[in-house]
């Protein structure tokens, strides 16, 4: 939703709207990891070590191909994808577990 407003907004409150969105985009690291972490059962420090390895490897080529789109593309059309592509993604929060590993052993 932030990235579609970000789009439809013009002048200060478009930078308003990217400054939030930042905010949100740096926050989903440290929460993902705490769920891997909370996921990890015995072996949290390899868990939380693949996810970094998986995490930077995804970022580089994303970002080569997101380029790749705007280049093709035109940037507006390519910020509307990806934000479709990332709300493609949000029905899978509900498939996550609802207990966590550490309190379930309890």
Do not use: H, Q
């Amino acid at each position: 939703i932030l990235m579609l407003l970000f789009l439809a907004t013009d002048g200060p409150v478009r930078l308003g709207v990217l400054a939030v969105l930042g905010l949100v985009t740096l926050s989903t690291t440290p929460v993902l990891m705490a769920l891997v972490v909370e996921s990890s059962g015995s072996s949290p420090a390899a868990a939380t070590g693949t996810f970094m390895m998986i995490s930077f490897a995804l970022r580089s080529l994303i970002t080569l191909l997101v380029g790749a789109a705007g280049d093709l593309f035109g940037l507006d059309a390519t910020y509307v994808g990806c934000a479709v592509l990332v709300s493609l993604g949000l029905p899978f929060v509900f498939r996550l577990p609802k207990k966590s590993v550490w309190s379930a052993g309890n």
